[in-house]
């Protein structure tokens, strides 16, 4: 009695090795992918951790001089979360724009306003006052008397508008930390490339609330670098059992 020839032993291992390529393929192709993923978030990892120590060191040193750091602004240098303090009298006085955000608290605005320099490279700065909710963002009115004593608070960088970011409204209201363009509706002349996030003095009166840097930043890299590698690990476990399950059939 002749073997059937789709059950010989030759015949099994021809159709083993044309299930075992294709999968093998997709398996290498995924692995390497989950594989680079863990990778990148090991990366963020180092990245997101030097940036907190960073952000920590800087809230607790003292001030420096606004056109101090701006010069190292000017040589290129990173200045952001950098903690500074400067002169700023018409803080009060002058004219306001608001940027959009969504926060803990809700829909609101951060209320900007421009103050000039007078020492280093640029003749002005974006001030980011804090936080006001949509109503009272939307009635908030610069007036006050002028601030005759320093303002503190931390610098930090700008970021233009995207194709997604809506166009900013008549109403003076931004969807983005566009300096150039928030500067110039401003009236502000050669604009700093950061923001002064005002952390002190703290409003007197119904104001916006500085919140002049993160302090909840996450840090949950590890978490996804370990969901990656097992993810990359399932993958070869799954394709190395259906394998065995295979050779034995």
Known sequence: MSANPETAPGARGAALHRFALAPLIFVVIGFAILCGLGVWQVQRLAWKTQLLARIAALQTAPPEPLSVV????????????????????????????????????????????????????????????????????????????PTAGLIV???????????????HTPTQEWFSRDIPGIAASLGAPSPAPVFFMLESPRPTAAGPTPAPAP???????LGY??????????????????LLRRRKV
Request: net charge neutral; proline share 6%; glycine share 8%.
């Open 70 to 145: 701006l010069n190292r602004v000017a040589d290129k240098v990173d200045v952001d979360f950098t903690h500074v303090a400067f002169h700023c009298p018409t803080l009060e006085e002058t004219p306001t724009a608001r940027l959009y955000v969504v926060t803990d608290q809700g829909v609101g605005d951060r209320i900007i306003t421009a103050c000039p320099l007078n020492a280093g490279p640029f003749k002005s700065i974006l001030v980011d006052r804090g936080y006001l909710e949509r109503d009272a963002a939307a009635a908030f009115k610069a007036a006050g008397p």
């Open 153 to 167: 608070g931390a610098l930090r960088k700008g970021a233009a508008a995207t194709a997604f970011t809506p166009a």
């Open 215 to 221: 302090t909840d930043i996450p840090n949950n890299h």
């Open 225 to 242: 670098a370990i969901t990656w590698f097992g993810l990359a690990a399932a993958l070869v476990g799954v394709y190395t059992a259906t």
